[in-house]
């Protein structure tokens, strides 16, 4: 059974188009995590969610917008998809205030053409 | 903000043992932790230190000075399947996690 999972794992699609990746968590945590991996490697955190509340928003684009239906989903919908976007997005999550391990999804591979 | 400093890349031989430090810089700080990333796959978690220290699980051993804003990780007994990106990450704050610029071990036989 999955801990962490996103889809889709490809994503591949036109600039403009408007684009939204899932991300669903069966450990019971009440913090999810988008993180954007570009071609370096580098690791950002876009936002951070408690118990369906964003607590962090870093300085993303308006045209990312995540939303959390409930604590164990966290989605992501990007709107006019732009050549910059490309990236492995990856969904996470976490327990507790001073949790100090984070689970990770298997990333959402975006190619924007 | 918060700022971590890692090697960009570092190699070694089956059977040796090597280093990766983390430099970091941060305006709350609660625990420095690693992370292995293997190519094309996601972050997984490898240890945590909140107080200064040497935490050992297993052949990876991390290490903690608070002082000095400064980590390692130690690796020994290198397998080829420990090629891998490894990262640190601090905690700044409440549901918070940034993460290092990365190091890419190489392991050759």
């Known amino acids: 059974d999955t801990a962490v999972s996103q889809t889709p794992k490809y994503l591949v699609t036109q600039m403009g188009n408007d684009k939204s990746i899932k991300c669903e968590q069966n450990?019971?945590?009440?913090?999810m995590y988008w993180y954007k991996q570009d071609s370096k490697k580098f690791l950002k955190i876009m936002f951070s969610?408690?118990?369906?509340?964003?607590?962090i928003n870093e300085t993303v684009p308006n045209r990312f917008s995540p939303k959390s239906p409930d604590k164990a989903h966290l989605n992501l919908h990007i709107n006019s998809l732009e050549l910059g976007d490309s990236a492995v997005y990856f969904c996470?999550?976490?327990?507790?205030?001073?949790?100090?391990?984070?689970?990770f999804g298997q990333g959402t591979r975006l190619t924007v053409v | 903000g918060q700022s971590l400093e890692q090697p960009s890349e570092v190699t070694a031989v089956e059977g040796a043992i090597v280093q990766i430090n983390c430099t970091y810089q941060?305006?709350?700080?609660?625990?420095l932790s690693w992370y292995q990333q293997h190519d094309g796959g996601a972050p997984t978690f490898l240890s945590y230190?909140?107080?200064?220290g040497l935490e050992e699980t297993g052949r990876f051993s991390s290490f903690l000075s608070r002082s000095d804003s400064y980590g390692y990780l130690l690796l020994q007994e290198l397998q080829m399947k420990d090629s891998a990106s490894y990262f640190c990450?601090?905690?700044?704050?409440?549901?918070?996690?940034?993460f290092g610029t990365g190091t890419r071990l190489l392991v050759s036989p």
């Open positions: 941060t305006s709350g700080f609660y625990g």
């Open positions: 450990l019971g945590h009440d913090t």
């Open positions: 969610y408690n118990n369906k509340e964003l607590i």
């Open positions: 990450a601090v905690r700044p704050g409440f549901q918070k996690l940034v």
């Open positions: 230190n909140a107080l200064d």
């Open positions: 996470a999550s976490s327990q507790g205030r001073f949790n100090t391990e984070a689970f």
